[in-house]
Every structure is written in C-alpha cells, then in structure tokens.
Nanobody
C-alpha cells in the first residue's frame, strides 16, 4: 500500500507561481511512476503531467500546461513535485497526485494509488 499526501495548494494571482508536493509513504517510492491530475468544478478529472522511474526520468505534459509546469521527483525524500508558473484562472482545480508501477497506467488515469487532493485557486 502506498499513501500519498499532497500539499502546497492555495490562492494565487494570475501570472504567479506555486509548487505542489506529494509525499509518499508505505512502500519504496522509487519503483513507481508518478503523475499529477486535476479536476475543476463541474469538469472531469484531467491529466496534467507524469514522470517515469529511474535516472533520466521521462516526463510528459498536457498541452495546456506544457512550458509552464514542471514535474520532478526526489526519490531520497519520497516526494513528487509540480512547479507551476505563469498560472492562469483556468488552472483553478483540485490537484491530485497518483502512483503506479506502470507509466502508461498513470498517464491514462488508472493509477492504483491516489492522494486526497489540494486546492489551487488562481484569481484573475
């Protein structure tokens, strides 16, 4: 069992930045691909970014965040990050982290493990 706890959300003005964290516990963090998803009010959950395991991790981003968001991981700290820059009002959502041993499973939103979410609100 892997437990995931997100933090770092909050209220920020458009154009600002936030860094989300996702702390993992319960099992060794390094074998898991990790991802970020978000869900805005009245909308379905959507993919944001995913990172693979190992040295030289592969990353993939949704087109809507490419060039503005950066996903990274620190295996020594069992922590996943999402650096969000140039935030827009449409980035407002609850952000969830996810983990699975399979990179594609994470990317398509079928991860075995999910956090409880952290609210990000961007004011225009």
């Amino acid at each position: 069992q892997v437990e995931l706890v997100e933090s770092g959300g909050g209220l920020v003005q458009a154009g600002g930045s936030l860094r989300l964290s996702c702390a993992a516990s319960g099992r060794t963090f390094s074998p898991y691909a990790m991802g970020w998803f978000r869900q805005a009010p009245g909308k379905e959950r959507e993919f944001v970014a995913v990172i693979s395991v190992g040295v030289g991790s592969v990353t993939t981003y949704a087109d809507s965040v490419k060039g503005r968001f950066t996903i990274s991981r620190d295996n020594a700290k069992n922590t996943l990050y999402l650096q969000m820059n140039s935030l827009k009002a449409e980035d407002t959502a609850v952000y969830y982290c996810a983990a699975d041993v399979n990179f594609i499973v994470v990317k398509v939103g079928r991860s075995s493990y999910w956090g409880q979410g952290t609210q990000v609100t961007v004011s225009s």
